[in-house]
């Protein structure tokens, strides 16, 4: 895939002022490749599924992980935010180890 298509999959495609608190997104955009994160997340981008699967990549970190689970509804437990959170928060206690 070449550059200019990684750059449009992780970027912000959603107009300014769209109001994304309380869904998938929340705090962040949405591009070609889903929720895509901005500000200090930027090059961040993934997807939640509706039966709690969650898959996302770190172009910086050149990190990639996902996490398959099938339980409805998927907000029953808080995997959406607290995978990738928990991730990054492992690799950050490994490098310190």
Same mark, same amino acid.
């Given at each position: 895939m070449g550059a200019a298509a990684v750059a449009l999959g992780v970027s912000n495609l959603l107009p300014d002022g769209v109001e994304t608190k309380g869904t998938f997104i929340d #705090?962040? /955009?949405?591009? +070609?490749?889903?929720?895509? #994160?901005? /500000?200090?997340? +930027?090059g961040t981008?993934?997807?939640?599924g509706a039966a709690g699967t969650v898959g996302f990549v770190n172009v910086r970190m050149g990190?990639?992980?996902?996490i398959y689970t099938q339980y409805m509804p998927?907000?029953?437990?808080?995997?959406?935010?607290?995978?990738?959170?928990?991730?990054?928060?492992?690799?950050?206690?490994?490098?310190?180890?």
């Open positions: #705090g962040a /955009g949405n591009g +070609a490749g889903g929720r895509s #994160g901005m /500000g200090r997340d +930027a981008f993934g997807w939640g990190l990639r992980a996902g998927s907000e029953a437990l808080p995997i959406h935010a607290e995978f990738p959170q928990t991730v990054l928060a492992d690799l950050a206690a490994m490098r310190g180890a």
